[in-house]
Structures are given as C-alpha cells and as structure tokens.
C-alpha cells in the first residue's frame, strides 16, 4: 500500500488505505484541527525526533470497554487502602511531560516529542484532552492522557514512577467513562500489559462502526472531576 503524503489542506485519506503495519499518511501539522478530525476518522500521529509527522490506523485496534475492565486482587487491594489520591485534569502538563521522560530513561526514546507535547497542551485548553493523576504524599507519581470524543476516549500514554500508580489511575478512567456512559477506551496498538486489563483486539472495520456511534453523541469538553 502507498503512504499518503498530506499537504496542507487538512483532509487524510481512507483509513482503511493503511498499510500492513498501519502507517497511512506521512506529513501535515499537529493543528487543533487537524488532529480533531484524525481522531474522527480513526487515526492518530506517532513519530520520533527527527522523523515527519507520520498518521496510522492499525488492524487489529486494541480497546477497553469500561464496564468489563479486569481488576486483579492485588490492585483491588492497593485502591482499597487508598494509597494513591486521584484527581483529574489537574496537572495535564506535568503528566505529559512525565509520560514523555520515563521513555527516555528506560533507553527506548519517545514518541512525545516537543510538538506532541504542546500539540496536546492545546487540545486540553480546548477542553479536549484529559489528564488522570495519581499522587502520593503530595507528588504526582502516576498518570495517563488522552482526548475525548463522543462517547470515546484515546489513551495516548501512561507513566508510573510507584508500583501499582499508572494501574490505578486507569481504573479511575474506566469507573469514571462507565458512569458516563462511554463505549469504549481506544489503546490504539497491542500490549500484554493492557490486556491483562481485559483489553481486546478488534478488526479495524468493527473499530471504525464502533466509532462512528460514539462519535454522534456530543462530547464532554472541558476539565472533568474525580469523583471517586
């Protein structure tokens, strides 16, 4: 399959014109409406330093449903102690930039380079982008962002900095979305972390239907609550 280079008229081709391995564009810019109309269509940017802004839509997609989301006995635990306080949307800023240094510490480079960074910073004053925060003694030690749409929401990234931190504060995602009445959690590409959650692979055209309903309920803008 050919990748599409964009221009800069804001439109993106088909996604289902995606390569085997997803990539289905290369080029544009990370504006507010550009990216909007991405997540619309199923796509999302993921490049590094250095590289053109490059757009997939993998098959299969990996997502969570709120509502059948699989919390193991020890994590029970650990959200029962109440040894993490959560909030969100509090500290958007620091929680993508956190997400963005604990890659670089682990040696495996960063997708979220310095224009995903203030590309996102941008959709959450827009009332876009969400945060989840959990804090320990008065220090963020965990979190994950992503955008909302609909009744979707993107995970884009997660970091942890204590045991069990990053882990609760995608619970709280979840029971937050479920009372909200979400669909679904698009974690985009497949990780064996994340299914352990109860995160399952589906074909891309399921995605795509699947988003499309989502996508006709009116979106939830602004900063949310935690109200756990």
């Known amino acids: 399959m050919p990748v599409y280079r964009l221009t800069r008229e804001i439109i993106f081709p088909p996604p289902q014109l995606a390569g085997e391995n997803g990539l289905l564009a290369i080029g544009g810019d990370l504006c ?3 990216l909007l109309l991405a997540y619309n269509l199923g796509i999302f940017p993921w490049y590094s330093e250095g590289e053109p802004i490059l757009w997939w839509s993998p098959d299969p997609r990996l997502v969570i449903y709120p509502d059948e989301i699989r919390i193991s006995k020890s994590l029970h635990k650990v959200i029962k102690k109440n040894v993490f ?3 969100f949307d509090t500290a958007f800023n620091q929680v993508i930039n956190s997400c963005a240094c604990v890659k670089r510490r682990k040696n495996e480079g960063t997708w979220i380079v310095p224009d995903m960074i203030d590309a996102y910073c941008m959709l959450y004053e827009s009332g876009y982008a ?3 925060e959990t804090w320990k003694d008065d220090k963020i030690v965990g979190g994950l962002y992503g955008v909302s ?3 979707c929401f993107f995970g884009e990234s997660m970091f942890s900095l204590e045991s069990n931190a ?14 909200k009445a979400f669909d679904f959690i698009d974690c985009q590409v497949s990780t064996e972390h994340l299914k352990l ?6 074909p891309r055209s399921h995605f795509l239907k699947q988003l499309k309903q989502s996508l006709a309920l009116p979106t939830i ?5 935690y109200k756990g």
């Not at 959650?197 to 589906?202: L, N, P, Y």
């Not at 803008?221 to 609550?225: A, F, P, R, S, V």
């Open 32 to 34: 507010k409406t550009r």
């Open 197 to 202: 959650f109860g995160a399952k692979e589906i």
């Open 166 to 179: 990053s882990k609760v504060a995608l619970v709280a995602l979840a029971e937050h979305l479920k009372n």
């Open 221 to 225: 803008k602004g900063k949310w609550e």
């Open 130 to 132: 969400h945060s989840v």
């Open 85 to 87: 306080r959560v909030t």
């Open 149 to 151: 749409l609909g009744r």
